[in-house]
């Protein structure tokens, strides 16, 4: 079992850049892939990025790559969404997730999410 607390979100002007990070309590914290996904009001939920446990790159969203970049650090059982040039329609919850495998789309594991919103 593994429990996720977002924090970090908040109301932000366009063009400006916000970090979120998602602790986790787990004794095996490199044992898991660590991601973020977002929901806009009237929308579905999306995946935005992720870091495997297998290492290789990061995986991201196509709407997010340039802009966006996720990290993890082991010794403090935390992952980061670093977010710059944001944009209106970045404007949703995001959700840290937690997986032994990871990807795009099956997380196990889930935050109760944090609200960032991007004016314009």
């Known amino acids: 079992q593994v429990q996720l607390v977002e924090s970090g979100g908040g109301l932000v002007q366009a063009g400006d850049s916000l970090r979120l990070s998602c602790a986790a309590s787990t004794r095996t914290f490199s044992d898991y892939s660590m991601g973020w996904f977002r929901q806009a009001p009237g929308k579905k939920r999306e995946f935005v990025a992720a870091i495997l446990r297998s290492g290789g790159n990061p995986l991201y969203a196509d709407s997010v790559k340039g802009r966006f970049t996720i990290s993890k650090d082991n010794a403090k059982n935390t992952v980061y969404l670093q977010m710059n040039s944001l944009k209106p329609e970045d404007t949703a919850v995001y959700y840290c997730?937690?997986?032994?495998?990871?990807?795009?789309?099956?997380?196990?594991?889930w935050g109760p999410g944090t609200q960032v919103t991007v004016s314009s």
């Open positions: 997730v937690a997986d032994k495998i990871g990807g795009t789309h099956e997380y196990d594991y």
